[in-house]
T-cell receptor, first 116, second 112 residues
């Protein structure tokens, strides 16, 4: 398809397990963002890639969170030793260019993560 | 730190009404402002993007305005329809990569 694709759509894990969430951005999009959306809240920024370079990871809540985009296209967000507070929807977005202003971010449908 | 506020949290209107959704932000040093729609269990659909140098953007029945100096934006929806029922989120883009800071959204219900 032409949009941002995320998988899995739903993930249930036990506390302490590791999880990996995948994002396929729109083909040719340079910028890729990860956001975390808690129930009833707006999304919050986690990290940003320009091609394969992770230029901003200021929003990652702890060192248990790790993201990569090794070939500048598909990205994976990994959460180690999951905690209940990690339960949220994780959204991926991509945009065509890396300089600010004139290009919208396009979002996937997200991965709903539930930690038991 | 940039903060984005959307009030009220929820709004219910009869079909056909014209309505205005408000958004305010604390730091006027933004690159752009984007309005999104979110349906339950879904991701965000981009509705309109206003660059910092622009005052407004229009798409169909939607019009968004931006007053950067006062830290305000409005989304105007003309002749509302039940299909417009959704949560509307305002987000401002800051920094060279335009990472977005979101409000909590306004949940709109349009009654037939």
């Amino acid at each position: 398809g032409a949009g941002v694709s995320q998988s899995p759509r739903y993930k249930v894990a036990k506390r302490g397990q590791d999880v990996a969430l995948r994002c396929d951005p729109i083909s040719g999009h340079v910028s890729l963002f990860w956001y975390q959306q808690a129930l009833g809240q707006g999304p919050e920024f986690l990290t940003y890639f320009q091609n394969e370079a992770q230029l901003d990871k200021s929003g990652l809540p702890s060192d248990r969170f790790f993201a990569e985009r090794p070939e500048g296209s598909v990205s994976t967000l990994k959460i180690q030793r999951t905690q209940q507070e990690d339960s949220a929807v994780y959204l991926c977005a991509s945009s065509l260019v890396f300089w600010g202003g004139n290009q919208p971010q396009h979002f996937g449908d997200g991965t709903r993560l539930s930690i038991l | 730190k940039q903060e984005v506020t959307q009030i009220p949290a929820a709004l219910s209107v009869p079909e056909g009404e014209n309505l205005v959704l408000n958004c305010s932000f604390t730091d006027s040093a933004i690159y752009n402002l984007q309005w999104f729609r979110q349906d339950p269990g879904k991701g965000l659909t981009s509705l309109l993007l206003i660059q910092s140098s622009q005052r407004e953007q229009t798409s169909g029945r939607l019009n968004a305005s931006l007053d950067k100096s006062s830290g305000r934006s409005t989304l105007y929806i003309a002749a509302s329809q039940p299909g417009d029922s959704a949560t509307y989120l305002c987000a401002v883009g800051t920094g060279a990569n335009s990472k977005l800071t979101f409000g909590k959204g306004i949940t709109l219900s349009v009654r037939p």
